[in-house]
């Protein structure tokens, strides 16, 4: 059993325990605060999980019992005991249109870390949101990896990446002629333009758009 008085052995990165439940009982109270992290441990155990996706699991927990404006701000107080200058990466499996809405929650959570405003934080979670959305519609899925960008620049970077049939008719859809009943196509071209940086690939292996956003 994990002793939450401290890092259990192959815990995610070097976050204390106590440090953990010190915010957590803040919100939900010692006892609940006690069970979110318990599952959060389990849950991650003999995974190369990271301290972003610890506090992302508690975060979920955390809303299981309060509302959004006390989850984002149980996470600004969760990164900052994590390391009050560094926001990690976060890897999203998308596969079912649950896992959309959870890729959004993820870039919210990141940009309230980073202190954004709330019209970037808007524009990256539709950036996401559609991202996403594209990949459970029409790739069977795929992957999301959000994180800031290098090198101290004041922007978002997402990549998103499936191995589905590729995208007929780009040239098509990226100039806006392109007419889908299904809706395919206005996503990529929406997340164009919202973004101050676009790439995409694709071809019958996969699709990979890459995507910055100043803020």
């Known amino acids: 059993m994990t002793d939450l008085r401290g890092k259990p052995p192959g815990g995610p990165g070097g976050l204390d325990d106590a440090a953990l439940l010190s915010v957590l009982a803040r919100y939900v109270g010692t006892a609940r605060a006690q069970g979110i992290l318990l599952r959060a441990r389990t849950e991650l155990r003999g995974r190369p999980a990271t301290d972003s996706q610890l506090i992302a699991r508690l975060v979920e ?18 990164t900052r005991a994590a390391s009050p200058k560094t926001v990690e990466a976060i890897e999203i499996d998308v596969k079912i249109e649950a896992d959309i809405a959870r890729a959004r929650l993820a870039a919210r959570d990141i940009c309230m870390a980073l202190g954004t405003s709330a019209l970037i934080l808007q524009k990256l979670a539709t950036v996401v949101s559609e ?64 973004s101050d940086k ?18």
């Open 61 to 78: 927990g955390v809303r299981s019992f309060v509302g959004e404006l006390e989850s984002r701000k149980a996470f600004a107080e969760l």
């Open 131 to 194: 991202l996403a959305r594209n990949q459970v519609l029409y790739a069977g899925g795929g992957k999301l990896v959000i994180r800031p960008c290098s090198s101290g620049r004041r922007c978002m970077h997402v990549v998103g990446s499936d191995k589905g049939g590729g995208i007929k008719n780009l040239p098509e859809i990226m100039s806006g002629k392109y007419k889908s009943r299904s809706g395919l196509g206005l996503g990529i071209l929406g997340t164009k333009r919202l």
């Open 198 to 215: 676009f790439e995409i690939e694709t071809g019958p292996s996969g699709t990979r758009i890459e995507v910055e956003v100043n803020y």
